[in-house]
């Protein structure tokens, strides 16, 4: 565990200011993950879960609107590859994203129908979850994994290891510097520092995901 003396001060200051202004805003987003779960649709945790997969190396917005724009046309659980590939405005490497789609849907039928929950009630912890997720998703490594979990109240004790997370845990001084590839040994030992991190300044993991993702959009999005 490293020093909090060796820590950027500085810009921790800035970060401890951002997370007291923006604190009830955060609870709240998680909140809205956590109903998500308990009184959302399977289409609802299906569109979560599509979003995840859409979104490397893309920007989040983008995804979200194709996602609006598959459900509204009643495409994402139903559609063909030709009508979903149509749908993704601005997604990169979406010829291989909309197969990605098409697939993880068998993953997830049980009867000739979408079953999420059903499915992730099956662990016992989130941790255990995402390892499935990740050997059993096309598509999805830990970073989307992570992120569906968080986006459907699962992922308190997980992190969402962006670009934008790394580059400030580099600015902060947790860690040394950016991994050109995160392999996934690499990722959960990135995922332990910053949870020690997040113990030692009074920032719970999955808050401070958001605040990092807060300081270089200025947006609580997804």
């Known amino acids: 565990m490293k020093d909090t003396n060796s820590y950027n001060e500085e810009l921790l200051r800035d ?31 299906f569109s979560e879960l599509a979003f995840c997969l859409l979104t490397p190396q893309s920007k989040a917005k983008m995804c979200w609107e194709s996602i609006c724009t598959l459900i509204e046309k009643n495409y994402l659980i139903d559609g063909s590859e030709e009508e979903i590939l149509d749908c993704l405005y ?18 997830f039928n049980v009867s000739g129908k979408i079953s999420i929950r059903r499915e992730i009630d099956r662990f016992n912890s ?10 059993n998703v096309k598509g999805m490594g830990y970073k989307e994994a992570s992120h569906f979990l968080r986006n459907i109240g699962k992922g308190q004790d997980l992190a969402i290891l962006d670009r934008h997370i790394l580059k400030n845990l580099k600015l902060l001084n947790v860690i040394e510097k950016i991994p050109d590839s ?3 040994k690499k990722y959960l030992e990135l995922e332990q520092t910053m949870r020690e991190f997040s113990k030692e300044i009074g920032i719970p993991l999955d808050h401070l995901d958001i605040v990092l993702w807060y300081k270089e959009t200025k947006e609580i999005f997804k």
């Open 15 to 45: 970060i401890s200011k951002i997370y007291s202004s923006i604190k009830k805003e955060i609870e709240d987003r998680l909140n809205e993950f956590t109903i998500v779960w308990e009184k959302g649709t399977e289409e609802s945790l």
């Open 90 to 107: 601005g997604v990169r490497f979406k010829y291989k994203k909309s197969k990605y789609l098409i697939e993880v849907r068998e993953v």
């Open 126 to 135: 989130p941790l255990e979850a995402r390892e499935w997720l990740v050997k």
């Open 182 to 184: 995160i392999p996934p």
